[in-house]
């Protein structure tokens, strides 16, 4: 199995600019998560979707924030417009719903710079 | 929500035992525990998890008291490979409740 699978790898863009983050889960997980990780923050969740649709996005930051899943292989989380703030790693995770408890499947994680 | 206590840092040499508590005191019935390995640059990675008792696999163990309310993630032998940031974190199915925490940052020196 591939893993999680995250683009773009790394991004440097400016302050304004619309940022669009990908993610394609684990085939066969029914569950995915957007994470970010700062080094003041730590790692937060941002949102999650449970067969596509979205669950909990308590964690979104403000409305700038938005993440889509339109089919069970794909996600995108848009930062529009993006702040330097919002300068982070961002992680999407996968997972599939089993009685066994929780284990959640980390990509390599986007590195987002906003100058 | 059953939040998580655990030291912030720890320092070991290679080939000796590392054994990392976390404190769980409001764990819910329906959890479980869950350790992930970070190394720097890399998404979190599952390590081992576990209900009550012991769970023992390639990588580590883990101990859980009769009453739930702390863990303790055992390394055996651990070398400089094993240093990362480890994460406990407490849950049950509903992920809204899963919460990564500051993690301990584990060192191994030569």
């Known amino acids: 199995d591939a893993g999680v699978i995250q683009s773009p790898r790394h991004e440097v863009t400016e302050m304004g600019q619309e940022v669009t983050l990908r993610c394609k889960p684990i085939?066969?997980?029914?569950?995915l998560f957007w994470y970010r990780q700062t080094m003041m923050r730590g790692l937060e969740l941002l949102i999650y979707?449970?067969?596509?649709?979205?669950?909990?996005d308590s964690g979104m930051p403000e409305d700038r924030f938005s993440a889509k899943m339109p089919n069970a292989s794909f996600s995108t989380l848009k930062i529009q417009p993006s702040e330097p703030r919002d300068s982070a790693v961002y992680f999407c995770?996968?997972?599939?719903?089993?009685?066994?408890?929780?284990?959640?499947?980390f990509g390599e994680g986007s590195w987002l710079t906003v100058v | 929500l059953a939040k998580t206590t655990q030291p912030i840092s720890m320092d070991s040499y290679e080939g000796q035992e590392v054994n990392i508590t976390c404190s769980h005191n409001?764990?819910?019935?329906?959890?479980?525990i869950t350790w992930y390995q970070q190394f720097p640059s890399q998404g979190p990675r599952f390590i081992i998890q576990?209900?009550?008792t012991k769970v023992t696999n390639e990588v580590a163990s883990l101990f859980i008291p009769a009453d739930r309310k702390s863990s303790t993630l055992s390394l055996p032998r651990v070398s400089l490979s094993d240093t990362a940031v480890y994460y406990c974190?407490?849950?049950?199915?509903?992920?809204?409740?899963?919460?990564f925490g500051k993690g301990t940052m584990l060192l191994v020196s030569p």
């Open positions: 995770a996968s997972s599939s719903d089993t009685r066994s408890g929780n284990t959640i499947y």
């Open positions: 974190l407490v849950g049950d199915k509903r992920y809204s409740t899963l919460t």
């Open positions: 409001n764990i819910a019935t329906n959890d479980y």
């Open positions: 576990g209900y009550k």
């Open positions: 085939s066969g997980h029914d569950y």
């Open positions: 979707f449970n067969n596509n649709v979205p669950i909990d």
